[in-house]
């Protein structure tokens, strides 16, 4: 297989919702599959918050399998012998698109001084990329979660772009819920004195705050179902209980091995400046206050996909978007799927997504 | 009305599930009403986790009304005009019952040398100070929350202390979601630099850890629909996204003035203690690995309430413990309440709760 990675240089500034303009944005992007001779075969994954390109590769800083790899490549739902499958790095990130680790053009990191970002910025970025790439309109746009946020913010803003739009597991806004997770998450991260008001590129960074982050976001990445199931109260390496603050619980030890080992691989700023994105993210303020108002011009075909133990994008936000594309007369196909992992079921196994995903993608 | 606030040092050490024993135990705690000629007439009111002993009486630090204030006094539900209520600081506490705040032996402040406690251990507490009251059968134990495991406890424990057990918004058993928010608030605590292995007593204590902690709980103590219903995705005093990382939304707001008020009025260690007692606790696993085996030597009539909305202590778990005593052959009685608030509902205006409570208690 040829290297999947890339990067690429935008030529042109990225206006930003919030006013002003990215320089030099940079993007670093997979992509597998070859693309047809007339440019009609390109699907653009997005990733979700703490994803990124490695889809189908591994993970340059922890050797592991890419976050899709069960579903992209040869053969497999999103086929690689037929579709050229891109994928890139949201702004904002760490993984080798501009971020706030980045160089600014004092040649310090941007640390705080990075704008705040939304859904929408990202995919401009995208676009951006495609229309480097001479990829005019997409065969699919395809993402889970934050990715689905991104999916449907091309669907709205750039309705031309892509033929097909998959959104797995997201919603068209987070909730106040979803805020006060993501605010937890902040203040953990801030709270930590190694932030130093996002200043700590080339000293400590700010691990314990995020970690603590990460603990909270992965209990509703979970459902309720799946910790009794995976965890219930078993005990970690031990007979009885200790009386003591160790990680007697083995769901104890879990979070604790998710939160540490996330650090080694993420940026602390990146958290703050994509959750934020994520919780400015309502797409029917964004059109006049009324959903169906984003769709009035798409011509593409929806799928939406969710799960019935997702209690962080439940099926009823979904069924809200249906109802939004319903009222733009766009063709939307929608499956809420019965599996117990909660909201991490898009990554995980099951089987019937895989169906679903082959089967709108044609 | 008489200062209702006493404390007293119970005569004896009091034995700990962990082993070993605590000495020189000190519990503060409030009566109202008066205690009638035969001592017929007490209830035992068990706390929350964060709770304390001022019930119907002003808070001293914050100034603000009881805690159930609403639910006990005369006339009331818990009427103290017919009643003799008693409340006291659960042990590991910091409002005048012994806790890690408190002096050792040594004249120095406990801090992680106070031993890890049980519920039972609370309630075991609680049958000191009944006994050096003279009162031998409670009217009712009643609790709600981290409460309704100690009412739970006394009357699997100490069948012939409670004629009538009262459990609100709890469960027999910490879930492994119950398990990982709490892990979450300790590991914020812990990494707090100024937490300091607990020994941060005449220093400055660990309030931004803390305050973390208590955001992470309160989101589990409210509803989505209360989140939604209460805050939506309204701005805080302004009328647009500022594109920073000001509390732009009310929820976030709201989340933050929770967090740093807590840490005014409670105890980093206290928290520690506390959570981990609630982890540790599952009423069944102390009794053979069946629940109903608790209540085998009880002749109580026990009345259990859930609320539709409580994501935390779900109706399921109650209708756990309505099962098992059922099978023990315990007369219950059993309601489901609707109400849109979430965990605190009990703490919250719900007249039917109020019908509930005032039926039960006869």
Redesign the interface.
């Known amino acids: 297989m040829n290297d999947p990675s890339h990067t690429i240089v935008l030529k042109d500034p990225l206006s930003l ?3 002003g303009e990215l320089t030099r944005v940079e993007l670093a992007y997979e992509t597998y599959g070859e693309l047809n001779e007339h440019r009609t075969n390109a699907i653009l994954l997005c990733h979700a918050l703490t994803g990124d390109q490695h889809v189908a590769s591994p993970h340059p800083i922890t050797g592991k399998p890419g976050w899709w790899e069960r579903t992209v490549g040869p053969g497999k739902p999103i086929d690689t012998d037929r579709f050229h499958v891109i994928c890139a790095n949201v702004i904002g990130s760490c993984m080798g698109s501009t971020g706030p680790a980045s160089e600014a053009l004092d040649g310090k990191p941007y640390a ?1 001084r990075f ?2 970002i939304t859904i929408r910025d990202m995919v401009r970025a995208h676009v951006g990329l495609l229309d480097a790439l001479g990829i005019g309109t997409l065969h699919a746009v395809v993402g889970g979660s934050m990715g689905g946020m991104q999916a449907l913010s091309l669907a709205a803003n750039w309705p031309e772009r892509a033929d097909r739009v998959l959104v797995i597991a997201s919603t068209s ?5 979803n ?3 993501h ?2 998450g ?3 991260v ?4 190694r932030w130093n008001q996002g200043d700590y590129y080339g000293g400590e960074a700010p691990d ?2 995020l ?2 982050a990460r ?2 976001a992965h ?1 509703t990445y979970l459902s ?1 179902e799946a ?2 199931r ?4 078993n005990l970690q390496d031990r007979d009885a ?1 200790t ?3 160790d ?1 007697d ?1 083995q ?2 030890s879990y ?2 091995y998710q ?1 540490s080992g996330f650090t080694q691989r993420f940026d602390a700023n990146s958290y ?1 400046y994509i959750t ?1 994105a994520m ?2 993210f ?1 797409l029917a ?1 964004e059109h006049g206050g009324r959903l169906a108002n984003a769709f009035s011009g798409t011509q593409a075909r929806f799928c939406l996909v969710s799960f019935d133990s997702d ?1 962080l994008y439940p099926t009823s936000e979904s069924r809200h978007v249906v109802h939004a594309l319903n009222a733009a007369g766009a063709p939307v196909s929608f499956v809420e799927l019965s599996a117990p992992h909660g909201h991490d079921s898009f990554l995980l196994d099951v089987p019937a997504l895989d169906r679903v995903i082959g089967g709108f993608l044609g």
């Open positions: 919702d919030g006013g705080m704008p705040v806004r987070h909730s106040a819920q805020i006060a997770f605010e937890l902040r203040q953990a801030m709270a930590d004195p314990s705050g970690s603590v603990m909270a209990i309720e910790l009794t995976k965890f219930g109260r209980k009386f003591g603050f990680a619980f769901v104890e979070l604790r939160g703050l934020r919780d400015y309502d303020e209690w």
